[in-house]
């Protein structure tokens, strides 16, 4: 079992992250946004501080096995919060750890539910349409899905 600790993002060089954050292999799953370079990465380093300081909100640098994988975290979505999970392809395998920790954090920040949002570019999963309250197929997203916490 691969050992995942969650930093904050004042805790990574950006350069590193940078690496990370522009992977094509990730970038298909990802809103279309242009690439990171030094200056870029730095802005949304600070707006992801700036989002964790917020009441029900919380986004970690994901390291695994000492290397650094992503990011994840619970952040606002318009009057909703939703999770989100980017991790390199090399890490692809820990996102169910990831999920279960980020349903933690949900429930020590008081949430009731909250969304995941996964592309068309990303098959259905099975799994979380059941734990769904609410799955549903928009043209854009192959599913919205509000994760009622508990039931």
């Given at each position: 079992?691969?050992n ?13 992250l ?22 870029s ?19 970690r ?22 999770i989100?999970i980017?991790?390199s ?6 996102g ?9 954090w949900?429930?020590?920040?008081g ?8 592309l ?8 979380l ?5 609410k799955?549903?197929k ?14």
């Amino acid at each position: 079992m691969p050992n995942i600790e969650y930093l904050s993002f004042n805790e990574v060089d950006p350069q590193n992250l940078i690496a990370v954050v522009n992977e094509d292999s990730l970038r298909t799953h990802l809103i279309d946004h242009p690439y990171f370079d030094a200056t870029s990465i730095q802005s949304w380093i600070e707006d992801k501080l700036k989002t964790d300081a917020m009441r029900g909100c919380r986004v970690r640098i994901v390291s695994i096995d000492g290397e650094l994988a992503g990011w994840c975290g619970i952040q606002r979505d318009d009057e909703d919060f939703e999770i989100a999970i980017v991790i390199s392809k090399r890490f692809w395998g820990s996102g169910v750890p990831i999920f279960k920790t980020l349903l933690g954090w949900a429930d020590e920040l008081g949430h009731q539910e909250v969304l995941f949002h996964l592309l068309d570019s990303r098959r259905e999963y099975k799994a979380l349409a059941k734990m769904a309250s609410k799955p549903i197929k928009l043209n854009f997203w192959v599913a919205t899905l509000p994760l009622t916490i508990f039931q």
